[in-house]
């Protein structure tokens, strides 16, 4: 019998605000079979001195050599068979785990930043990613999820025109997205929902969330053979404690 699967994404912008701020009362709500996190902002020591409270779920973590920088984990309720962390990944950047009917590869991808300082980096960051992917798609199909710091469309933030060039709106950084659904990778929310436009994150200036001035750059991709499975995608824009949204889909598996 099929069984279905919520999966969640969300950059928290470091774990111990978003705990502060509802990151638990939001897990207990939600109930999410597996969810990945980025931008934790923590490391194993400091992290031995904290009191999280995520009842009922595994705990992987996986952080930056630089102290309260980038970093991912993922909490699940179901135990991996194999835990991946990449000895290429200096910033906790990917976090994989090994579930019998696919890989759950959760990541913060760079930015870029506002002068473009960091586009080389990200770009050569998503060359060995989409190879990683790719590899382990060798043996099953993935499920990937995370900030990817990238609007694709136009259509996935408020002032296309206005951020032409910008970090995160640049033409290479979109053709790498490109990249990544020509390699058969599914974009499960416009798989589900079209052209919809809904953003998952935005500045903390000028009150733009309330005006809901954002871009939809946290997303979940899946591996072409799992695109019948997609029963569903979200955007849940009304939760708050970050200044991203928590994602997520529906996998009948």
């Known amino acids: 019998m099929a069984t279905k699967l919520k999966i969640c994404s969300w950059n928290v ?12 009362e939001w897990l207990k709500e939600e109930k999410p079979d597996i969810v990945g996190l980025q931008e934790i902002k923590i490391n194993d020591e400091a992290r031995a001195k904290e009191e999280f409270d995520f009842a009922g779920y595994n705990e992987y973590w996986h952080h930056a050599k ?17 835990v991946l962390r990449g000895d290429w990944d200096e910033e906790g950047r990917v976090l994989t785990l090994e579930f019998g009917d696919f890989y759950f590869v959760n990541t913060y991808f760079p930015n ?13 960051f998503n060359k060995n990613w989409l190879a990683y992917v790719k590899k382990l798609e060798e043996k099953k199909p993935v499920v990937t999820c995370g900030d990817f710091n990238v609007a694709h469309e136009a259509i996935d933030l408020a002032n296309p025109k206005e951020n032409e060039g910008n970090a995160g709106f640049t033409e290479q950084e979109r053709k790498w997205l490109d990249k990544f659904l020509k390699n058969n990778l599914i974009d499960t929310f416009r798989f589900i929902h079209g052209d919809k436009a809904q953003y998952s994150w935005w500045s903390y200036r000028a009150n733009v969330r309330a005006r809901n001035i954002g871009w939809r750059i946290d997303y979940f991709l899946v591996s072409e053979k799992l695109k019948k499975k997609i029963k569903d995608a979200f955007i849940h824009d009304t939760v708050l404690g970050s200044d991203h949204a928590p994602v997520g889909i529906i996998l009948e598996i």
């Not at 912008?13 to 638990?24: H, P, Q, S, T």
Request: glycine residues 12%; positive net charge; without cysteine.
């Open 13 to 24: 912008n470091g774990i111990r605000a978003a705990v502060k701020n509802g990151f638990g």
């Open 66 to 82: 630089r102290p309260g920088y980038s970093g991912t984990a993922i909490l699940s309720k179901i135990e991996p068979i194999s």
């Open 112 to 124: 870029s930043n506002h002068e473009l300082t960091r586009l080389d980096f990200k770009e050569e």
